[in-house]
């Protein structure tokens, strides 16, 4: 009786134990989530990506939120509870900045705190004008009637971001139009508009599903490399090519435009165990970094894993900024010495090594 009695306990106190333990496990599992775009955008798809590919080898079940965009990602990545991770479009992140510059406290509340994990992917910038314009230059739309994208939208956000800083002033409002993208290149068509500003990854479906005589009606403007609104607008935007291949039964050479980056953002955190669950999510997003490209969404073939320098007001976060640069190091090293050394230039053509002279002459490779 005494035995059975025993036995009995015994395997009470198991059951506990294991109960205890699973809950344990359980409550050491992190929560998060991840703000990101409109339910049938790139956004979300990106954020479903980073939820199945690095958070949850990190052990942290990461839920995917949808969002208007970045604007509003940024007010929730500060104030929202849970939240620890964002997409944000770069001239999104460079106005808040700017406004906190200019005295705006609450725009300084919203983006100090702020730092940036990493990079993403870019979207390239289009100027439609009419093919009968005569400005040829993206420079030159200054005081043109523009359809900037509807309100809200990121193109809208690019839009203006851009022209405010070539041309140091707003659009005048008497020259924006909000329309979408279908409704601006129709307005352009039949005149009531001079330029139509379009963010889309390239080729884009608005070009490539158009009618060819209507295509042909239209046709976009350069970046003038020379011209003192193009040095203004590197303070946010980066050079891209659309590249005539893109588009082959229409552009006969490459057009240099801008692209607006999106970035993965979080909050300066201190505490611990946040601390912790974000240096294993840096430690997963850089060894599953291929899964990413190999099985996420085609705009992770554009993202390269590395760490850009940043314009003043832009900071990484440190704890994941450390880790990912140590992990990069890494694979540099991994991949530099898995890669056998090959013949040095002269050797490639003579087939013999470099003497002495030839050396001193610089006439071989080192």
């Known amino acids: 009786m005494l035995k059975m009695i025993l036995a009995a306990l015994t395997g ?21 989530k991840i703000v990101t775009g409109p339910e049938r955008g790139t956004y979300i798809q990106i954020g479903q990506d980073l939820a199945k590919w690095v958070a ?23 104030f929202e509870p849970g939240v620890k991770l964002a997409l944000v479009q770069s001239d999104v992140y460079q106005a808040y900045v ?24 870019d979207e390239e910038i289009y100027f439609v004008v009419r093919n009968d314009s005569p400005m040829k230059t993206i420079n030159e739309i200054k005081d043109k009637v523009i359809s900037v ?3 809200g939208s990121g193109t809208a956000q690019s839009a203006t971001t851009l022209y405010r800083l070539m041309f140091g002033q707003p659009i005048p409002e008497q020259n924006v139009q909000n329309l979408s993208n279908e409704d601006a290149l129709a307005a352009l068509i039949v005149k009531k508009i001079d330029v139509a500003i379009v ?11 158009m009618n060819p005589e209507l295509l042909q009606q239209i046709r976009f403007l350069r970046v003038d490399a020379n ?64 899964n990413l490209q190999s099985q996420g969404h085609p705009k992770w073939k554009q993202v390269k894993l590395e ?10 976060y440190p704890p994941v900024e450390h880790r990912l640069k140590a992990c990069i190091a890494h694979r540099a090293a991994t991949q530099a010495a898995a890669t056998p050394p090959g013949p040095t230039a002269q050797q490639k053509i003579t087939g013999r090594p470099c ?5 001193l002459l610089l006439l071989c490779g080192k």
């Open 149 to 151: 994208g509807l309100i």
């Open 56 to 78: 949850q080898p990190a052990g942290i079940d990461l839920a995917v939120i949808p969002s208007k965009g970045s604007a509003e990602n940024v007010q929730r990545m500060r």
């Open 227 to 290: 011209a003192p609104e193009t040095a203004r607008a590197k303070q946010t935007y980066f050079p891209a090519t659309i590249h005539a291949s893109s588009y082959p039964n229409w552009l006969k050479e490459d057009v240099p435009t801008w692209t607006v980056k999106a970035f993965l953002v979080t909050y300066d955190y201190n505490l611990r165990d946040t601390v912790g669950n974000l240096k294993r999510f840096a430690d997963s997003l850089c060894e599953n970094f291929g």
């Open 98 to 121: 700017d406004m906190a510059k200019s005295g705006n406290e609450e725009a300084g509340t919203m983006i100090r705190p702020l730092r940036l994990i990493m990079p993403l992917y």
């Open 355 to 359: 003497s002495d002279q030839e050396r």
């Open 199 to 209: 963010v889309a990854g390239q080729p884009a479906k608005l070009f490539t599903d």
């Open 307 to 316: 760490l850009p320098g940043l314009g003043k007001g832009w900071q990484y």
């Open 12 to 32: 009470l106190f198991a059951l506990l134990f294991s109960s205890f333990a699973a809950s344990a496990t359980a409550d050491a599992e992190a929560h998060y």
